[in-house]
């Protein structure tokens, strides 16, 4: 874990057991051990919480797998900041605390100098590239945020919501923003909207079918698979300009219901926009495309390929990446805060064909 401390922000974490059930817990300043995990929390509490934070496996293999292989061509196109994130966070007071979780390359770190910004991501090699610049960042889960509650100003969540593929996971991780910020701080949440303003991108995109919704995204998350042997290496980050958009393991069962879903995503690559709009669809797969001459490096592209989690295009010239989308549909991210008891939506917009909301901290 690649991390850079501020005071008092960061808990210092160890692994204890009681009574046969292992809890996390905190060491005061007098090296004093304080419980986290209650022990005498009910099964079905701590069955709950453990299932929304267990990773599902098709966020395994087609969001933290992706953005570890695609990791540097990635950053190359993540360079300009989007209008409505940089007002809000130039419109934040001199010295605020600001979390950007989900940071991926770091553009939006350090972007008010007159603030104190910090940063995480699941994905190892795009914190390296955010360490190798000088930021703050460690690896991390959006839902389960290794920060102390209330410790900053503002935090951001920037095109990441829809890359968690059960509503009880996207809902968490909301929670988790809001909780670590301050009474009267703010969070801005953005994702993707499945009312695209340029409609020829829904052709581009793979549906996933009603079967694989059902076994893959809900309504509970799948069961949980072993590691796979074969990991994807990153490659060397060069200066290219262009655009694109953004973040382990399963056994051989596991392994071979992913390719039947790239076969069958492949399958409907030819299908027209109106039947992928069909029954409200909203869980994609949105190719990214890496060249051949920035995949070809030891073996990642091949170990991708062979494990289905990619497929060649030689008229394009590229390793063809899936990476999976829940698109919000209007309204959605709303009903999520609405059963959160301590946050108000002060502001909502659409931009971009990205829903946005504006959340400030009640309690």
């Known amino acids: 874990m690649i991390r850079y401390s501020v005071p008092g922000i960061f ?3 160890r692994e204890v057991k009681v009574k046969g059930v292992s809890s996390l817990c905190t060491l005061d300043s007098n090296g004093e051990s304080h419980i986290l995990q209650s022990e005498l929390a009910s099964d079905s509490q701590r069955n709950s919480s ?4 267990f990773t599902p496996a098709i966020e395994k293999k087609y969001v933290h797998h992706v953005y570890d292989a695609i990791a540097p061509h990635f950053s190359s196109t993540r360079f300009a900041k989007w209008p409505k994130v940089a007002n809000f ?3 934040l007071p001199s010295g605020s605390l600001v979390l950007d979780a989900g940071c991926g390359n770091g553009k939006y770190l350090g972007y008010n100098p ?3 910004f910090i940063g995480c991501d699941i994905s190892a090699p ?3 590239i955010c360490a190798d610049r000088g930021h703050e960042v460690l690896v991390a889960d959006a839902v389960d945020l290794p920060y102390r509650t209330g410790f900053g100003d503002a935090a951001i969540s920037i095109a990441v919501l829809h890359h968690l593929s059960t509503e009880g996971r996207r809902k968490k991780a909301i929670e988790e923003l809001i909780r670590v910020v301050k009474k009267g701080g703010l969070v801005l949440i953005t994702v993707w909207a499945v009312e695209q303003e340029d409609k020829s991108l829904l052709a581009k995109w793979t549906p996933l079918t009603q079967k694989y919704g059902e076994e893959w995204i809900g309504p509970g998350s799948p069961r949980v698979r072993s590691p796979s042997s074969c990991t994807l290496e990153s490659i060397p980050e060069t200066e290219e300009n262009g655009f694109g958009e953004r973040k ?3 056994g051989q069962s596991s392994m071979q219901s992913l390719q039947e ?3 069958q995503s492949e399958s409907y690559s030819g299908a027209s926009t109106d039947v992928k709009n069909a029954n409200n669809q909203q869980e994609y797969f949105v190719p990214w495309h890496l060249p051949y001459h920035r995949a070809e490096v030891s073996g990642a592209s091949a170990c991708a390929l062979a494990n289905g989690l990619a497929k060649k295009d030689d008229k394009k010239g590229a390793v063809v990446y899936n990476r999976y989308y829940h698109v919000f549909s209007e309204g959605e991210l709303e009903r999520l805060v609405a059963g959160i008891d301590n946050a108000v ?10 829903w946005c909301i504006v959340l400030e901290k009640k309690l």
């Open 248 to 250: 382990k393991d399963s």
């Open 11 to 13: 808990s210092t974490m």
């Open 114 to 116: 007159d603030c104190f």
């Open 89 to 91: 966070l130039s419109s």
């Open 50 to 53: 453990l299932n929304v934070q």
């Open 126 to 128: 795009l914190i390296k």
């Open 345 to 354: 939506i002060v502001d909502r917009f659409f931009d971009k064909s990205n």
């Open 261 to 263: 879903i790239t076969s």
